[in-house]
């Protein structure tokens, strides 16, 4: 009974449901992709007097750069190159191996030529087995197959591809050949590119997914989880409001008095129109009186050190409504101590790392 339920769990659908308007648009889109290809062979019948016609393959290809856009084997580089490459390997075994080896060592060529190449198209496979198949016009077409009409037509398709995609709200291509960096977000494992790299590579998803997906998708999991442990606490709820604040023109004696009468770690700089400037901590105060002013300005006299010489930068601003866990990336892996909370453009409060290990403390003992 066991081994029926797991036979029947194996071979049930391994795909979540579709939505509608996702399924609508894949079909309509490869409607249009082949529509596209067809037109072409209609107003170039052939090319450097080779004719030019529908591929059958060009069908699989089309699944994927319609119903899959986002995957590496959609790819521009993937599908152009992949269907063209496995188009040359095919010929090339047919002009030395006779039938019935030819098919099998065909498409075993032309796997390993998209493997050596990083354009693994499952569609070239179909391409370097049709031409096996019918071995006699490929062979008078010799390698000039592999340009007309295959990579013609392929091309073809995925231009129409990147027009309908990005028409219908998908993002195509979704990489470059060369991948960019992954852009830093607030919710991140602190991994890097390269570390990301080996994790697809030890589970052996390298050709099923991107480096910037993965990225994408563990900040998305990070930050859902952040989210759920926090129960939607945002920065607003826990900052400290009645904050001490001085301008940029305070004497050092007048930032030292507040610091000693207050018993405060930090005292924000603003301008005129309550925007943050700036930062000053008890260290800061230290190395301006040693220094005389901060490292980025020339030594002044004692008397006539002001907030502006001894402040930092503060931290970027982040707004009252934002949600807590949106900031643990920033709080635990950049060094940032204090993150300055605005309310309508103007500063309304400040939060610390002591703000954030309390709400953790607090889920701790609720837990």
């Known amino acids: 009974m066991q081994l029926k339920s797991n036979l029947l769990r194996y071979l049930s659908p391994a795909l979540p449901p579709a939505q509608m308007w996702e399924t609508l648009r894949a079909a309509a889109g490869a409607a249009v992709g082949i529509v596209g290809c067809a037109l072409f062979t209609l107003v170039c019948t052939e090319v450097a007097g080779i004719p030019m016609h529908l591929l059958a393959p060009l069908g699989a290809s089309a699944v994927l750069i319609y119903a899959v856009p986002n995957s590496p084997l959609a790819q521009p580089w993937s599908a152009i190159f992949g269907n063209t490459v496995s188009a040359v390997?095919?010929?090339?075994?047919?002009?030395?191996?006779?039938?019935?080896?030819?098919?099998?060592?065909?498409?075993?060529?032309?796997?390993?030529?998209?493997?050596?190449?990083?354009?693994l198209h499952p569609p070239g496979g179909a391409i370097a087995l049709l031409a096996a198949l019918d071995p006699a016009p490929v062979l008078s077409s010799g390698f000039a197959f592999a340009i007309v009409p295959v990579g013609l037509l392929t091309t073809a398709l995925v231009l129409t591809g990147v027009l309908f995609n990005r028409i219908t709200g998908r993002k195509y291509p979704f990489r470059q050949s060369v991948e960019a960096p992954v852009e830093l977000q607030e919710i991140r494992l602190g991994l890097s590119n390269d570390?990301?790299?080996?994790?697809?590579?030890?589970?052996?998803?390298?050709?099923?997914?991107?480096?910037?997906?993965?990225?994408?998708?563990?900040?998305?999991?990070?930050?859902?989880?952040?989210?759920?442990?926090?129960?939607?606490?945002?920065?607003?709820?826990?900052?400290?409001?009645?904050?001490?604040?001085?301008?940029?023109?305070?004497?050092?004696?007048?930032?030292?008095?507040?610091?000693?009468?207050?018993s405060i770690n930090s005292l924000p700089v603003v301008d005129a129109n309550k925007n943050c400037v700036g930062l000053i901590l008890h260290n800061d105060v230290i190395d301006a009186l040693v220094r005389g002013g901060n490292r980025m300005f020339r030594p002044v006299?004692?008397?006539?050190?002001?907030?502006?010489?001894?402040?930092?930068?503060?931290?970027?601003?982040?707004?009252?409504?934002?949600?807590?866990?949106?900031?643990?990336?920033?709080?635990?892996?950049?060094?940032?101590?204090?993150?300055?909370?605005?309310?309508?453009?103007?500063?309304?409060?400040?939060?610390?790392?002591?703000?954030?290990?309390?709400?953790?403390?607090?889920?701790?003992?609720?837990?």
């Open 89 to 119: 390997a095919a010929v090339a075994v047919l002009q030395i191996v006779p039938m019935p080896l030819g098919p099998a060592l065909a498409v075993g060529a032309a796997i390993f030529a998209m493997m050596i190449a990083r354009a």
């Open 195 to 262: 570390e990301l790299e080996e994790l697809l590579e030890r589970f052996h998803q390298s050709t099923n997914i991107g480096v910037a997906d993965l990225g994408r998708l563990l900040a998305a999991a990070e930050e859902e989880a952040a989210q759920q442990r926090f129960a939607g606490v945002t920065c607003g709820s826990i900052m400290t409001e009645k904050l001490i604040t001085v301008t940029p023109d305070v004497p050092v004696a007048q930032v030292a008095q507040l610091f000693r009468r207050h």
């Open 301 to 367: 006299r004692q008397d006539k050190l002001r907030a502006k010489h001894m402040m930092q930068p503060p931290a970027d601003c982040v707004s009252h409504d934002l949600p807590v866990g949106t900031l643990l990336y920033r709080l635990s892996q950049n060094g940032v101590q204090i993150v300055p909370i605005t309310r309508d453009g103007c500063l309304a409060g400040i939060l610390t790392r002591t703000d954030i290990l309390g709400l953790l403390l607090q889920g701790a003992q609720n837990r």
